[in-house]
């Protein structure tokens, strides 16, 4: 069984690891746990996804004002279609959430982090594209 934490409204869920592959949905709300596609969330769902989700989890650190981020969204949304099953992507913006870049230390954006077990398995700055952010995800599953 594989706990994963529903991105809609936050409760975690178990899903049979053989289930995974077929779009499970919240038990709670019937959202999509796997949506294939990047999504973006706020701290206190991200923090729960951390210390509860079986997959690896990859957050994109980003903001609207720049640039390599901008240029870096649609390749990572690539890669989280690429990966949909395997990986979790998520994004989550340091300027609307500044507490949560501190909290994490993120020095420059876009930065990527990996989770996994609850804990931090793997970082990296700067824009890639899809291809360099699913080997980055890979290195985790």
Known sequence: MAKLICFECG????????RLAAGPK?????????????????????????????????????????GPCRMMAP????????????????KLNTEAHPDAARRFGIRGIPTMIAFRGGRETGRQSGALPAAQIEAFAGQTV
Do not use: Y
């Open 75 to 90: 390749e990572f949304s690539k890669a989280a279609a690429s990966l949909k099953g395997r990986a979790r992507l998520v």
């Open 26 to 66: 919240c038990g709670t709300c019937g959202a999509r746990l796997l949506e294939g596609k990047a999504r973006d969330i706020d701290p206190d769902t991200l923090s729960k996804a951390i210390r509860t989700d079986d997959l690896p989890l990859v957050v994109d650190f980003w903001a609207p004002w720049c």
């Open 11 to 18: 409760q975690a869920n178990r899903v049979p690891e053989e």
